[in-house]
């Protein structure tokens, strides 16, 4: 079993920054794939970045260029540093394990999630 608490999220303006965190507990973080995953009301939950267990980032194409996500094995905590951020980028943001083997970027395959955490992003 792993727990995972995210954290870091707000109110930004335009054009500004937010770094979520993700914390873990439980099972050897370091086993697991993190995936960052959204979602902004009345639409569905989308892929966002993940970050394999060897520390390969991979992201969706509407954040490539703008976010950056990486991991701290020791700290057991995954970030997603969130640059220009754009109205379009209001959800909440969840982090999510996944067991190898994969990495993949469906929902569906992700074993473990947080409770999220609110990016608002407004003037």
């Known amino acids: 079993q792993v727990q995972l608490v995210e954290s870091g999220g707000g109110l930004v303006q335009p054009g500004g920054s937010l770094r979520l965190s993700c914390a873990a507990s439980g099972r050897t973080f370091s086993n697991y794939h993190i995936g960052w995953f959204r979602q902004a009301p009345g639409k569905a939950r989308e892929f966002v970045s993940l970050i394999t267990v060897d520390g390969s980032p991979i992201y969706e194409i509407f954040v490539k260029g703008r976010f950056t996500i990486s991991r701290d094995n020791a700290k057991n905590t995954v970030y997603l540093q969130m640059n220009s951020l754009k109205p379009d980028d209001t959800a909440v943001y969840y982090c999510?394990?996944?067991?190898?083997?994969?990495?993949?970027?469906?929902?569906?395959?992700?074993?473990?999630w947080g409770q999220g955490t609110q990016v608002t992003v407004s003037s």
């Open positions: 999510a394990a996944q067991v190898t083997p994969g990495p993949s970027s469906a929902a569906n395959l992700y074993d473990y």
